[in-house]
């Protein structure tokens, strides 16, 4: 699933960007992975649970209630290795992109979320300076030019009903208190 949203991303920025095919790549920002020149790179950094999404209401279904999906919160980040001009070119094209397309919907969904996903939101992030260095030196990486991106809301199913207890009933009961 989560492997679906970040190839949608990409398939996004290639169709929409106006550039050549084949300009986008999917990496690791880990140290030991060559960052193939004159390409954009798309680096997921962090899986969080979406706070606003947390503790959902029960799902009803045909088989009872249900755990909701899980909400999750992607953290990508995106650079260009090359020519530091060219760099922010294709940088610059990246932010038209999802500044034209912030909320993606069924038509930019790969067929392989479209069932599970309504809707993607993609937001520009404003990492301070602090946590930028701690990314790239994290990951032993020098310092680059990049974008920042959060793309919420990742809807994450519960495993199958043999690992799940359903709630077959769901009922709340009021009592009148006594002044």
């Not at 034209?100 to 067929?111: F, I, N, V």
Request: net charge negative; charged share 20%; hydrophobic share 35%.
């Amino acid at each position: 699933m989560i492997d679906d949203v970040t190839s949608t991303l990409r398939d996004l920025i290639e169709s929409r960007s106006g550039l050549p095919a084949g300009w986008v790549e999917v990496n690791s920002l880990d140290s030991g992975t060559n960052l193939t020149q004159d390409k954009l790179h798309i680096c997921l950094y962090a899986i969080e649970e979406h706070g606003h999404v947390r503790n959902g209401p029960l799902v009803s279904t045909t088989a009872g209630y249900e755990r909701p999906p899980l909400g999750l919160a992607l953290s990508y980040v995106m650079t260009f290795t090359g020519n530091h001009l060219e760099c922010q070119k294709r940088l610059a094209r990246v932010a038209q992109v999802f500044h034209s397309t912030p909320r993606l919907g069924a038509a930019e969904l790969s067929p392989a979320v479209q069932p599970l996903i309504q809707q993607l939101t993609v937001r520009l992030r404003s990492p301070s300076s602090e946590e930028r260095t701690s990314l790239w030196t994290a990951y032993g990486r020098d310092f680059r030019l990049a974008l920042y991106y959060g793309v919420e809301v990742v809807p994450l199913p519960p495993l199958g009903p043999e690992s799940t207890t359903r709630v077959t009933e769901h009922r709340v009961t009021y009592a009148e208190v006594g002044r």
